[in-house]
């Protein structure tokens, strides 16, 4: 009998609109031949709701999203509304709301995509990136707005609990793959939050004895990932570190445009979140040259989530394929637009490599 997943889909912002309805063409090609339907929930959640009627979503939307198998967001942000407006009125909230505390980035070169680094051809690297505390706190304020004695205070918040499961997650990660992890760090300079990072890590990796660990320094990783991106595998890394480091590597393995994300509660009490790792792009946007490899590659993680892994497979063969054969959009090299590179994915889909 044919599975049905209701989907939530939230295209957003910019190049958010493009990429997306490129994305869901094909992953409804690829239902269509492996029995599943998707039932897609368009909201009109973003930025232009933002303008119209002053909230990004509707005060009820995380309860309109929680009954849902998952949500295919798509890109957040628009000039002229301060970013952290757009981010914490929609993506930030869900992650929050939904116990999404793994941010699990994949990157990889793919066939057919210079990577811009010498000897970055062979890095295939997932980044376990801490996704509901961090530095990304909510906790701190400002004062004396406009004086010359203005203030602004941010606190990062480092849990026991927030640091053990997404280092736990990482460790069970790289028992699947090469058995290394690398831990992002900063603590020689972060002098409570770090080494707190670093000492429940190496506890959770004691609970390990398979995968071994080294604690890097974020500045030192950061050189690492240009100069010997191949030499890293599982990266953990609290929320913003993950976040820099993994725009990092996309750029190093060819563009942040094909870089995929998965916002996941393993726990499966809530659903999950899938984007690309890039924003709305607001200087290509309405040209229909987005890239929408980004899009697709985090739907076939969905699929994958969802238990589909014939149709998540066969999704990223298709784009490999069009990649291979030449096709690439303009941030690869190529001239092909949104439209003619996923109509080369769908032909794959269709009739095979
Ligand atoms: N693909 C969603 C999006 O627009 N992301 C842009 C962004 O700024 N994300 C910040 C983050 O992942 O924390």
Redesign the pocket.
Known sequence: MSTTYTIDVIA??GI?QEVMPAAIECIDALAGVNDFAITWRERDWGSQRYLDVGEMMPKNGIEELADGDGIF?????MPGIP?HVT?WGL??PIRREFMQYV?LRPVRCLPGVRPRVLGAGDLDAVIVRE?VEGE?SEIGGRAYRGRPEEVAIQQALFTRAGIERVAGFAARLAERRSGRVTSATKSNGIIHSMPFWDEVVDGVLAEHPGVTHEHVLIDALAARAVLKPASLDVVVAS?LFG?ILSDLLAAVAGSIGVAP?ANLNPERDFPSMF??????APDIAGRGIANPV?QMWAGAMMLEHLGQEKAAATLVSAFEGALTAGVRTADLGGSATTREFTAEVKARLVHGQ
């Open positions: 957003g912002d958010g967001l798509g890109a957040v942000g970013d981010l993506l930030i941010n996704n990304y929320n976040d994300s984007e690309p790792v890039h924003g709305s980004g």
